[in-house]
């Protein structure tokens, strides 16, 4: 009997001690706190400057994935796996000076993960098969859109660094402590972007889209030649060029150039004009143009792809896109493109013709 007492004692003390836990996960929840893995390390004993402080779980709304896929519909945030990302974030001010916001750990579910298993289904695909120029707009529950290309979800040299943030966590400096103003809604988040204007609070929407500019396409171009490069956007042209730019800084980039397709192309490096210092000439930066804007870069055979506005000037990994001027007599020339931040060399186009900066 004494034996028994006692083991309805402990059950009692177990049943009890979840209830606790129970309860403590909700206080967590109600609080708008939540224990972080590994726990807080307030006394900064770890080499880890990163879980210093509480993060706080991020309100939202269910995301629809849609478009030129084969398999729209909600997305599972919960069956995803979780990303843990770093940025400091600035806006843009309307007299070209920009404004810090602070500095965030985000965590949450890359855009990687989310339309990894969304079948392709483009509208274009007939002439032009390539997944090089395909877009994809995000918007939120105010209106609001940012634009991304396919490349710079799926090519870059770092994967997962553009994410759905679920969770933030204050990144606090150790001497002024300061605590930056906190999100309190779902966030996308752009972690190589200087410019944080593409952060849209809310997503609530996703569609991919290829760019319904279309091309003649001749894969037999020999020699495969332009002989100028026009800058554009819908309503005129801003620049021809046709020689080497002169007054432009000349970069050279170390790479292992390796195509998804052929493999290793090359180990040579490459040396040309970063892309963005031409752009900036004709363009004004607005936080609108940041979010939105696409450049469409075509070749004299009818390739082409795709990149974000911001991917091109607004990085802040200086992995620039560089027009790269081509020897005389080599096939790809006047000029080509090469995307420095891509793991791939599928962007990089050769005997580049057009440069086009879509504002949708």
Not at 20 to 28: A, C, L, M
Not at 123 to 146: M, Q, S
Not at 244 to 264: A, D, L, N
Request: aromatic share 10%.
């Amino acid at each position: 009997m004494i034996r028994k007492f006692y083991f309805i004692l402990l059950l009692t003390a177990i049943v009890a001690s979840c209830r606790d836990g129970e309860k403590s996960n909700t206080e967590y929840r109600q609080t708008g706190s939540h224990p972080q893995t590994g726990g807080i390390d307030s006394a900064d004993r770890n080499n880890n400057f990163y879980d210093n402080v509480e993060s706080y779980p991020l309100s939202g709304g269910e995301i629809l994935v849609e478009g030129e896929i084969e398999n729209p519909g909600m997305v599972d945030l919960a069956s995803l796996p979780r990303h843990s990302v770093i940025t400091k974030e600035a806006l843009l001010n309307e007299d070209g000076s920009n404004s810090f916001v602070g500095a965030y750990r985000y965590d949450g579910c890359s855009l990687f993960d989310i339309l990894a298993d969304r079948i392709l289904d483009k509208k274009n695909k007939e002439e032009f098969p390539p997944i090089i120029d395909l877009y994809v707009e995000i918007e939120n529950d105010r209106g609001e859109k940012a634009v991304l290309s396919w490349g710079e979800i799926y090519y870059p040299t770092v994967l997962h660094q553009i994410i759905i943030a679920t969770d933030v966590m204050r990144i606090v400096p150790t001497k002024s402590k300061d605590l930056w103003p906190l999100p309190t809604e779902r966030k996308l988040v752009m972690v190589n972007d200087l410019l944080s204007e593409r952060n849209i609070s809310n997503p609530i929407k996703i569609t991919v889209r290829s760019c319904d500019r279309s091309f003649l396409i001749n894969r037999h171009l020999d020699p495969l030649w332009a002989p100028e490069v026009s800058f554009s956007d819908s309503a005129s042209a801003w620049l021809t060029l046709g020689s080497k730019s002169s007054g432009m800084t000349e970069q050279t980039v170390h790479t292992i150039f390796y195509g998804r397709g052929r493999g290793i192309h090359s180990t040579q490096p490459f040396s040309g004009y970063p892309l963005q210092e031409f752009l900036q000439k004709h363009l004004k930066e607005s936080p609108e143009t940041l979010r939105e804007g696409l450049v469409l870069i075509s070749s004299a055979d009818g390739y082409r792809s795709i990149f974000s506005l911001s991917e091109i000037i607004n990085r802040n990994d200086q992995a620039n896109v560089l027009l790269v001027p081509v020897a005389p007599g080599e096939d790809g020339g006047l000029f080509r493109i090469f995307p420095s931040g891509d793991f791939f060399s599928d962007r990089a186009v050769k005997a580049v013709n057009n440069v086009i900066f879509l504002y949708p």
